[in-house]
């Protein structure tokens, strides 16, 4: 099936710093992403949607300077969290949904997010 | 507003168990719905969907169908494995604003032991 790769899968960093995420579709093309954040025990909760070319739509409630997302290509999303802080760490997840498929998407691994 | 409500874990059953995860979803109009596993160190997948009232999903030897009048979708498997270790998820696809979103339940560690 379709693969989704994440870059780092963890990452410590100290606060104030930012730290960028990638999320790489690795045999298809994926027009939209996803990016969702987990706290432990939780749900996993929509963060942003990410179309190709375009502006990122962000859910309600998320700061869209905090959360810089970049979807440059086809294969290709970056999550940016600018000025983390420890109320940022968290595990991030990447979807990605292949072009023309409305149906499925395709998850990476997450990668585990601790500001220290 | 959206939500999906699952059973809470962690499980842990013996093999051949038989398995049920509950589910039940509050939405406006008629979801999707879906069951997602994510075994150790990988990313969710999707394991089995279904679209409408009274559809049945499979896969792998899971099973889940659509009850409208119960707002349910629980996920059973007759006779779990080692290898079904994992965390399961319930979601709900619904629409907003023109696109299609994913709703997500808790989640739920299944742990079988030999």
């Known amino acids: 099936g379709a693969v989704v790769s994440q870059h780092p899968s963890w990452v410590i960093c100290k606060s104030g710093t930012s730290v960028k995420i990638e999320c790489r579709s690795l045999?298809?093309?994926?027009?939209?992403m996803f990016w969702y954040r987990q706290f432990p025990k939780q749900s996993l909760m929509l963060m942003a949607t990410?179309?190709?070319?375009?502006?990122?739509?962000?859910e309600q409630g998320v700061e869209k300077d905090k959360f810089l997302i970049n979807h440059a290509s086809l294969t290709l999303s970056t999550l940016t969290v600018t000025s983390a802080h420890p109320e940022d760490s968290s595990f991030y997840i990447c979807?990605?949904?292949?072009?023309?498929?409305?149906?499925?998407?395709?998850f990476g691994p997450g990668t585990r997010l601790t500001v220290l | 507003g959206n939500s999906v409500t699952q059973m809470e874990g962690p499980v842990t059953l013996s093999e051949e168990a038989f398995l049920t995860i509950n589910c039940t979803y509050t939405a406006t109009g008629y979801p999707s719905l879906f069951w997602y596993v994510q075994y150790p160190g990988e990313g969710l997948q999707l394991l089995l969907k279904a679209t409408k009232a009274d559809d049945k999903g499979s896969n792998k030897g899971f099973e889940a169908t659509y009850r409208k009048e119960t707002t349910s979708f629980h996920l059973e498997k007759g006779s779990v494995q080692v290898s079904d270790s994992a965390v399961y998820f319930c979601a709900l696809r619904r629409q907003q604003g023109g696109s299609e979103k994913l709703v997500f339940g808790k989640g739920m560690k299944l742990t079988v032991n030999p």
């Open positions: 990410s179309n190709e070319g375009s502006k990122a739509t962000y």
């Open positions: 045999d298809f093309q994926a027009t939209t």
């Open positions: 979807s990605a949904r292949q072009q023309g498929a409305t149906d499925t998407q395709y």
